[in-house]
């Protein structure tokens, strides 16, 4: 198999208007090019596979029966869109997916008009669906025009409880709206929960090829009357299965289950609902995450993200590395330490494997809980957890974690409950760009009265970290680390519970201090090398709490030098700000301390590599030498800057 598959089809295909003229036989054959398309560009840039195939015959389809971009096709987080990017003028760009410069891993609006509206996380493209329903039927204006509003909708993303807000809403309005269950069994991690086992219902255990004949009954009823062949076909499936109750008593008329990998049910399904649909409709297609790349239809995850991969047999190309990610860090020192103490449980939100809990689920089954998308049920579950006398460790990503910011305040904080906060994929995380960023924790945690806020310089500060939090009774806590791999660093054998609210100092100098709040620490004794040639060597100190500060450490640091830099891998409002406040309520500012705080800067950073990204922040090496270099007047030792 070469790089660049043999596509004819596809290779006149430069926008979705050119699928019109096509026969149904021909658009089978575009979706069998856009497959090995799809795999030979993921092939070269790494990226979401499985979703992407799972969804390339309904991409097809899709586009040669609607009017995109006038019809708006909202994609529910929007991995899944690579298919969607090349049949929408981008072709001749996709093997930049997810690089600097180069085109986006999500929709995003600013990069095509046949992204309408830009996602990354789940369960939004109901309501974004709805909102433009509604638009064009207020008269709203945009210059591709407003037609139909069709939500992509995968059934993992069905588990979260703004999907069915937004259909509860959207069925009391009655507007004609079309959402598309695409459902594989399979979103991230396996699906749970009580709406997984109603879509196992439907298909009443028959297998698949079984199931097919039956949908394809169904779906030659839809050219009649719509109505009628709707009602024949809910008739049908009623003899096998509970059929669409629960999604008609929120006001949509359901249509399904249909095969989503054959054209001759996909093409005259969609055609029928474009020329009858009224009001709100629901059709529920059946697929298979990794269709057609056997690599990923044997993987575990069904090829969801991937490296770089050799085509053939799909093995990733990852380098070689010495140091363990920081994930598998918290992954490992969780499970030692579960062990050791019954009470100690964990609670993730559909990211077992990502947030390093699959180990933990491995070996205490009964104390690791998925609780499928749901944030917010998720953050309150925990907290119940530690009312119960259990000590739970909610382990989210940084962005994902902002969806339950409401019930950390209110379910958690307020109550002083001891949560245990694990915040992965904090700070800038590479590929994924702005909408993956964890960006905010800092600021959003660090405010919160009662709430202690860590952050690991290195992986050993991690596993001090994660012993810590599991012996903090006294109301919530939270630490942060990191995507990726650590420093290579000698592991402590048994970690210790650090003292709350004390740092450490790194290195003692003169004139100009930096306090580092997480993993900026290395960029810092990086710059202090290069500052040591200049004949400046600044103090270094790890902060390691945002909350409580070290009080005596940073006034120590603020009393002996004539600067003060802190440093940390979040936005304005977090760390550097609670040490200026506190600096200002000491009135050390008015000795004369030149202060100056390195955050994240006040825009979203689109997708790099961390290191270019941070070059992007002004907070690599070099930008933290230069600081230094502004802040102190000075060139180099005893020469003062022009």
């Given at each position: 198999m070469s790089d660049r598959p043999q596509t004819p089809l596809l290779d006149q295909i430069t926008r979705p208007a050119d699928l019109k003229s096509l026969s149904d036989a021909q658009l089978a054959q575009v979706a069998q090019e856009l497959r090995q398309e799809t795999i030979s560009a993921v092939s070269v840039t790494g990226g979401h596979l499985g979703a992407g195939l799972g969804v390339v015959?309904?991409?097809?389809?899709?586009?040669?029966?609607?009017?995109?971009?006038?019809?708006?096709?909202?994609?529910?987080?929007?991995?899944?869109?690579?298919?969607?990017?090349?049949?929408?003028?981008?072709?001749?760009?996709?093997?930049?997916?997810?690089?600097?410069?180069?085109?986006?891993?999500?929709?995003?609006?600013?990069?095509?008009?046949?992204?309408?509206?830009?996602?990354?996380?789940?369960?939004?493209?109901?309501?974004?669906?709805?909102?433009?329903?509604?638009?064009?039927?207020?008269?709203?204006?945009?210059?591709?025009?407003?037609?139909?509003?069709?939500?992509?909708?995968?059934?993992?993303?069905?588990?979260?409880?703004?999907?069915?807000?937004?259909?509860?809403?959207?069925?009391?309005?009655?507007?004609?709206?079309?959402?598309?269950?695409?459902?594989?069994?399979?979103?991230?991690?396996?699906?749970?929960?009580?709406?997984?086992?109603?879509?196992?219902?439907?298909?009443?255990?028959?297998?698949?090829?079984?199931?097919?004949?039956?949908?394809?009954?169904?779906?030659?009823?839809?050219?009649?009357?719509?109505?009628?062949?709707?009602?024949?076909?809910?008739?049908?499936?009623?003899?096998?299965?509970?059929?669409?109750?629960?999604?008609?008593?929120?006001?949509?008329?359901?249509?399904?289950?249909?095969?989503?990998?054959?054209?001759?049910?996909?093409?005259?399904?969609?055609?029928?609902?474009?020329?009858?649909?009224?009001?709100?409709?629901?059709?529920?297609?059946?697929?298979?995450?990794?269709?057609?790349?056997?690599?990923?239809?044997?993987?575990?995850?069904?090829?969801?993200?991937?490296?770089?991969?050799?085509?053939?047999?799909?093995?990733?190309?990852?380098?070689?590395?010495?140091?363990?990610?920081?994930?598998?860090?918290?992954?490992?020192?969780?499970?030692?330490?579960?062990?050791?103490?019954?009470?100690?449980?964990?609670?993730?939100?559909?990211?077992?494997?990502?947030?390093?809990?699959?180990?933990?689920?491995?070996?205490?089954?009964?104390?690791?809980?998925?609780?499928?998308?749901?944030?917010?049920?998720?953050?309150?579950?925990?907290?119940?957890?530690?009312?119960?006398?259990?000590?739970?460790?909610?382990?989210?990503?940084?962005?994902?974690?902002?969806?339950?910011?409401?019930?950390?305040?209110?379910?958690?904080?307020?109550?002083?409950?001891?949560?245990?906060?694990?915040?992965?994929?904090?700070?800038?995380?590479?590929?994924?760009?702005?909408?993956?960023?964890?960006?905010?924790?800092?600021?959003?945690?660090?405010?919160?009265?009662?709430?202690?806020?860590?952050?690991?310089?290195?992986?050993?500060?991690?596993?001090?970290?994660?012993?810590?939090?599991?012996?903090?009774?006294?109301?919530?806590?939270?630490?942060?680390?990191?995507?990726?791999?650590?420093?290579?660093?000698?592991?402590?054998?048994?970690?210790?519970?650090?003292?709350?609210?004390?740092?450490?100092?790194?290195?003692?100098?003169?004139?100009?201090?930096?306090?580092?709040?997480?993993?900026?620490?290395?960029?810092?004794?990086?710059?202090?090398?290069?500052?040591?040639?200049?004949?400046?060597?600044?103090?270094?100190?790890?902060?390691?709490?945002?909350?409580?500060?070290?009080?005596?450490?940073?006034?120590?640091?603020?009393?002996?030098?004539?600067?003060?830099?802190?440093?940390?891998?979040?936005?304005?409002?977090?760390?550097?700000?609670?040490?200026?406040?506190?600096?200002?309520?000491?009135?050390?500012?008015?000795?004369?301390?030149?202060?100056?705080?390195?955050?994240?800067?006040?825009?979203?950073?689109?997708?790099?590599?961390?290191?270019?990204?941070?070059?992007?922040?002004?907070?690599?090496?070099?930008?933290?030498?230069?600081?230094?270099?502004?802040?102190?007047?000075?060139?180099?030792?005893?020469?003062?800057?022009?």
């Amino acid at each position: 198999m070469s790089d660049r598959p043999q596509t004819p089809l596809l290779d006149q295909i430069t926008r979705p208007a050119d699928l019109k003229s096509l026969s149904d036989a021909q658009l089978a054959q575009v979706a069998q090019e856009l497959r090995q398309e799809t795999i030979s560009a993921v092939s070269v840039t790494g990226g979401h596979l499985g979703a992407g195939l799972g969804v390339v015959e309904l991409t097809t389809a899709l586009h040669a029966v609607f009017d995109t971009p006038r019809d708006k096709i909202i994609w529910d987080v929007s991995h899944q869109c690579y298919p969607h990017k090349i049949l929408t003028g981008r072709r001749d760009r996709i093997r930049t997916l997810r690089m600097k410069d180069g085109l986006s891993g999500f929709t995003k609006r600013s990069e095509s008009p046949f992204d309408p509206f830009g996602a990354a996380h789940s369960s939004t493209s109901i309501s974004a669906a709805l909102g433009f329903a509604v638009a064009r039927d207020l008269g709203g204006v945009v210059p591709e025009g407003l037609g139909d509003a069709i939500a992509v909708i995968g059934d993992g993303s069905m588990s979260a409880g703004m999907a069915f807000e937004a259909m509860n809403n959207a069925g009391h309005l009655g507007k004609r709206l079309i959402v598309i269950l695409n459902d594989n069994e399979m979103s991230i991690a396996p699906p749970v929960g009580a709406l997984s086992s109603y879509l196992s219902r439907l298909y009443a255990e028959e297998p698949f090829q079984e199931l097919k004949a039956v949908a394809k009954g169904a779906a030659s009823l839809l050219p009649e009357p719509f109505r009628e062949g709707a009602k024949r076909a809910k008739d049908m499936l009623k003899g096998m299965a509970v059929g669409g109750t629960l999604f008609e008593s929120l006001g949509f008329s359901y249509l399904g289950p249909i095969d989503g990998h054959d054209m001759d049910q996909l093409l005259p399904v969609l055609r029928t609902v474009k020329a009858r649909a009224s009001g709100p409709i629901l059709i529920h297609v059946l697929t298979k995450k990794g269709k057609g790349y056997a690599p990923a239809e044997a993987a575990r995850d069904k090829g969801h993200a991937t490296a770089k991969f050799d085509m053939v047999t799909g093995e990733q190309k990852k380098a070689p590395s010495n140091a363990p990610s920081y994930t598998s860090v918290f992954g490992k020192e969780l499970v030692r330490l579960a062990a050791e103490d019954d009470k100690i449980c964990a609670v993730t939100a559909a990211m077992p494997d990502g947030t390093g809990l699959s180990l933990m689920a491995e070996r205490y089954p009964s104390r690791c809980f998925d609780v499928g998308i749901a944030e917010q049920h998720g953050v309150t579950f925990a907290a119940a957890l530690a009312a119960g006398g259990m000590k739970p460790f909610c382990a989210m990503y940084s962005t994902f974690l902002q969806r339950g910011y409401d019930q950390v305040v209110h379910d958690v904080a307020i109550q002083r409950l001891p949560v245990r906060f694990a915040i992965d994929r904090a700070g800038l995380v590479g590929a994924d760009g702005a909408t993956h960023a964890g960006s905010f924790d800092i600021a959003y945690m660090a405010n919160l009265p009662g709430m202690v806020v860590m952050a690991a310089a290195d992986e050993a500060e991690l596993a001090h970290m994660v012993a810590t939090a599991a012996a903090h009774d006294d109301g919530p806590i939270a630490f942060r680390y990191p995507r990726g791999e650590g420093e290579g660093l000698d592991m402590p054998e048994t970690p210790e519970v650090l003292k709350i609210g004390k740092g450490r100092m790194i290195q003692e100098g003169k004139r100009v201090a930096i306090l580092s709040f997480g993993t900026r620490l290395g960029e810092v004794r990086k710059a202090a090398e290069a500052l040591a040639a200049k004949g400046i060597t600044p103090t270094i100190a790890d902060a390691r709490f945002a909350k409580p500060l070290d009080r005596d450490m940073i006034l120590k640091l603020a009393a002996d030098h004539e600067a003060l830099i802190t440093i940390e891998e979040g936005a304005v409002g977090g760390f550097g700000s609670h040490v200026a406040q506190m600096l200002a309520e000491e009135g050390v500012f008015d000795s004369g301390l030149k202060y100056r705080s390195m955050v994240l800067p006040d825009t979203f950073i689109d997708q790099a590599s961390p290191a270019d990204m941070y070059n992007v922040a002004a907070m690599n090496a070099p930008q933290i030498e230069a600081k230094v270099l502004e802040v102190l007047g000075v060139a180099s030792i005893g020469e003062k800057r022009a």
